[in-house]
T-cell receptor, first 115, second 113 residues
Framework: KAGVTQTPRYLIKTRGQQVTLSCSPI?????VSWYQQTPGQGLQFLFE???????NKGNFPGRFSGRQFSNSRSEMNVSTLELGDSALYLC??????????????FGEGSWLTVV | TQLLEQSPQFLSIQEGENLTVYCNSS?????LQWYRQEPGEGPVLLVT?????EVKKLKRLTFQFGDARKDSSLHITAAQPGDTGLYLC?????????????FGTGTRLQVTL
């Protein structure tokens, strides 16, 4: 079956701009989580969506937002980009709730560079 | 915020050697997972351990969950170049209505011929 698909794979933005990243989960999966990965901070949880509702949110500023559509596809948006937002953004999907007893599947990520 | 510290951060060994990676926390997790991430790809789940003291084996990989469910280890026997990658532990927190995975700091392993 098709895996988690993230678009775009690579993008370069300028400080102050905004960016939208897209994630299509595995067919049938209803939970989508987003993570930010940087060399200095590692993998950090951004938020999780289940059935179009945000269930959990990490410690990121309000510039980071997301949403999930009725078909479980998800988008995340970062406004007023800063240099420190340069990172690999990973999306993960699972059948139900991510974590305990459930396998989560990661996409290949979207590489964002802010200049 | 629960933190997971992994050690060592970097490990470069030769094919055939054994190694152990450690994952430690001051907090208790409901379960703990280990992932491997290769360059240009997302992390891939290797194993989930749930019970304190649990030991799971996956071919040459042995995973152990500490009795107090605060720490875990990954032991690789006779490492191969294909084991090269970033190894991440992740603790699962279940608050009843929400859940999230907290990832460790990572151990970058390089196995050379």
């Amino acid at each position: 079956k098709a895996g988690v698909t993230q678009t775009p794979r690579y993008l370069i933005k300028t400080r102050g701009q905004q960016v939208t990243l897209s994630c299509s989960p595995i067919s049938g999966h209803r939970s989508v989580s987003w993570y930010q990965q940087t060399p200095g901070q590692g993998l950090q949880f951004l938020f999780e969506y289940f059935s179009e509702t945000q269930r959990n949110k990490g410690n990121f500023p309000g510039r980071f937002s997301g949403r999930q559509f009725s078909n479980s596809r998800s988008e995340m948006n970062v406004s007023t980009l800063e240099l420190g937002d340069s990172a690999l953004y990973l999306c993960a999907s699972s059948l139900v709730v991510a974590g305990f007893g459930n396998t989560i599947y990661f996409g290949e990520g979207s590489w964002l560079t802010v200049v | 915020t629960q933190l997971l510290e992994q050690s060592p951060q970097f490990l470069s060994i030769q094919e055939g050697e054994n190694l152990t990676v450690y994952c430690n926390s001051s907090s208790v997790f409901s379960s703990l997972q280990w992932y491997r991430q290769e360059p240009g790809e997302g992390p891939v789940l290797l194993v989930t351990v749930v019970t304190g003291g649990e030991v799971k084996k996956l071919k040459r990989l042995t995973f152990q969950f500490g009795d107090a469910r605060k720490d875990s280890s990954l032991h690789i026997t006779a490492a191969q170049p294909g084991d090269t990658g970033l190894y991440l532990c992740a603790g699962f927190e279940n608050t009843g209505t929400a859940s999230k995975l907290t990832f460790g700091t990572g151990t970058r392993l390089q196995v050379t011929l």
